[in-house]
């Protein structure tokens, strides 16, 4: 895929900033000397981490440089380094590992998340968040507008670059080996938008990337007509006029033995 938008991320910054937020909340270290954001993005949870962790080395990871050009501007404290995630490794034992919203779009969680938490100094805690909204209407609609003859030979897989997410069961059943505690939770949030156009928005950041970037301008545009044309039906306005986002997403924190 082409590389992240940080500004097109950050369009919905509270919103996307709010269950990187709720997942810190239920990780139980009262210290930590070194923390990394395990695809920090452009530095909104980074920044989180540094409010709660004053004292620790602060490392972020990502594979796209605009993200991270723009969190080395928003926090400069941080250090920030330009991997592959799903092959990144650390230097030193962290005593927390974050990972908010980036999981999903790795492969192979069998063999990537006990090797996260064996990373782990003892008593570290690795923190997970992933959407869960595949079976969405959002994420539906994008498979629909997909399979138009225009350029269905091109994308009508594309939903495949999303990892189909395990059950909060079977996370558990992965981290639990090497764990002292394992805490795995789901939370559905609804996001209050500006319609089905603003619900596209949205999703242009994030999961509409797999089927927009194989396409030119003008398909493009004509996609993202066809699928906000989708959205509405499922998103109707409300009495003030806005819609609701329905967001489910999984949450883990595991403790290293």
Request: aromatic letters at 8%; charged letters at 25%; one cysteine or more.
């Amino acid at each position: 895929m082409e590389d992240w938008s940080a500004a097109t991320y950050l369009r919905f910054e509270n919103e996307r900033t709010r269950p990187a937020a709720d997942l810190l909340a239920r990780v139980p270290l009262e210290r930590a000397g070194l923390v990394v954001d395990l695809g920090c993005g452009p530095g909104n949870s980074t920044e989180l981490l540094a409010a709660r962790f004053p004292e620790a080395e602060l490392v972020g990871v990502d594979s796209s440089p605009d993200m991270l050009a723009a969190a080395a501007e928003r926090l400069q404290a941080a250090r920030f380094v330009e991997a592959d995630v799903a092959s990144w490794t650390p230097a030193a034992r962290p005593d927390l590992i974050f990972a908010n919203a980036v999981l999903q779009w790795l492969p192979d969680h069998e063999t990537l998340l006990p090797r996260l938490i064996r990373s782990l100094a003892p008593g570290g805690a690795l923190a997970i968040q992933m959407p869960d909204n595949l079976s969405e209407p959002s994420h539906v609609a994008m498979a629909e507008a997909a399979r138009d003859p225009a350029w269905a030979a091109r994308i009508a897989n594309a939903g495949g670059a999303r990892t189909k997410i395990l059950s909060a069961e079977g996370y558990y059943d992965l981290l639990a080996p090497d764990a002292a505690a394992v805490d795995v939770w789901r939370t559905t949030y609804l996001h209050p938008l500006d319609g089905a156009e603003a619900i596209a928005d949205w999703c242009r950041a994030t999961g509409l990337r797999p089927y927009l970037d194989p396409l030119d301008a003008a398909e493009r545009a004509r996609f993202l007509q066809i699928y906000t044309d989708r959205l509405r039906a499922f998103y109707p306005e409300h009495a003030n006029g806005k819609a609701l986002l329905r967001f489910p997403r999984l949450f883990i924190v595991a403790i290293r033995r």
